[in-house]
């Protein structure tokens, strides 16, 4: 439902969850300081690349919210789908929250990884009052989603799904990242079950 559509990623880490989205058919704008430093950029857009999606990701360096405000006003932009995945701590998720809304499309929505954390539950909260339906998808980090009328509930629980898948694929890699032995190999035919079947719609 976003393919063809802009995206916005503020907070990208190592660049997994920019490929997934940008394999689902996003226009991805991603922004996050770590950029900042070359050997983290580089290890990001190697990443993009072995994935096929180098040409649909921008690479942003820089902080939110102020990026944010820059890049929409400079350009003129507005998202359909925005990923809030940055620092965690209070109060940067609800400036992020507060930053992104006005530029998101009528139909957008805005997803927040890792509400488990109190300040970015502050930032869900703060759009909820401001309006927008709000739900939380139960994973290992807990997803926070908020949409306006105009998506449905079924493409809601589309978007959680896939980023649920996501999130497993995202597990896995973070114990090989971290050089811990895999305690089976069903993990690794899980991972590779779990990507064929990565997909937005």
């Not at 102020?66 to 932009?77: D, I, M």
């Not at 925005?82 to 609800?94: C, K, M, R, T, V």
């Not at 709000?134 to 009328?149: F, L, P, S």
Request: aromatic letters at 10%; proline letters at 4%; charged letters at 25%.
């Amino acid at each position: 439902m976003f393919k063809g559509k802009r995206g916005l990623e503020v907070g990208c880490w190592m660049g997994w969850s920019a490929c997934h989205v940008a394999l689902a058919g996003v226009e991805l704008d991603v922004i996050d300081p770590i950029l900042e430093q070359p050997e983290s950029f580089q290890s990001v857009r190697d990443s993009l690349k072995r994935a096929g999606v180098l040409s649909s990701v921008r690479l942003i360096p820089g902080y939110s919210p102020g990026k944010v405000e820059e890049l929409a006003e400079q350009e003129q932009r507005r998202w359909a789908f925005i990923f809030i995945d940055g620092d965690h701590e209070s109060p940067h998720p609800l400036n992020d929250a507060k930053a992104c809304e006005p530029f998101a499309e009528d139909d957008a929505l805005i997803l927040f990884h890792d509400l488990v954390s109190p300040g970015v539950a502050e930032g869900l909260e703060y759009l909820k009052r401001k309006g927008w339906n709000v739900m939380i998808y139960h994973t290992m980090q807990i997803m926070g989603v908020a949409w306006r009328a105009m998506l449905n509930l079924l493409s809601i629980i589309q978007i959680l799904v896939f980023f649920g898948r996501f999130l497993l694929i995202y597990a896995i890699f973070a114990e090989i990242w971290a050089e811990k032995p895999l305690r089976s190999i069903s993990k690794l035919k899980l991972l590779q079950k779990v990507h064929k079947q990565n997909s937005i719609g």
